[in-house]
């Protein structure tokens, strides 16, 4: 399966021509109904509201409904925000959209539980953070994470 890649700049690696200037025209197989479009994070706090702009602009291109928009934006925040507080980089979003049955699976990667926590977690009291894994398992059908050698992937099925 082809996807787009675009850099922490928001730069696509792999340009298709689009309806929505912002965000790349994603590669759709035929023969699954499959679209997918992946979006790489720099590591740093301002990551999740990247990620969130680059969610819905590609859900609004794909013709996904408000509902299941506005679910994904939020499992996208916490999947991101994670990533930066709690692993290494690199951060990349993964999205992928089966409109058969309008299923769309919410993917990050990142590099690894970091030595330490990020500095917002770090700043904050134990009862001021903490909800993220909550939040996702309410709005997921299932959820859960995928560990290889150097990567870390947590992903949600909405």
């Known amino acids: 399966m082809d996807a787009i890649v675009t850099s922490p ?18 590669h759709a197989e035929a023969h699954t109904g499959r679209t997918t479009a992946v ?18 602009a590609t859900l609004g291109a794909w013709g996904v409904d408000e509902d299941t928009t506005e679910q994904a ?13 709690h692993a290494l980089p690199p951060v990349a979003l993964h999205l992928d959209h ?29 009862d001021e953070h903490g909800r993220g894994s909550g939040i996702v398992a309410r709005l997921a059908v299932t959820h859960g994470r995928r560990r290889e050698d150097h990567c870390v992937t947590y992903w949600a099925d909405l």
């Open 9 to 26: 700049t928001g730069a696509p690696t792999n340009l298709a021509s689009t309806s929505a200037p912002a965000i790349p025209k994603s």
């Open 39 to 56: 979006h790489e994070l720099a590591h740093c706090p301002e990551a999740a509201g990247a990620a969130r702009r680059f969610t819905r």
């Open 73 to 85: 934006l939020l499992v996208v925040s916490e999947l991101v925000t994670n990533a930066v507080e």
């Open 98 to 126: 089966h409109a058969a049955g309008s299923a769309l699976r919410i993917e990050v990667d990142d590099g690894g539980p970091a030595p330490r926590d990020g500095t917002w977690t770090s700043s904050c009291t134990p």
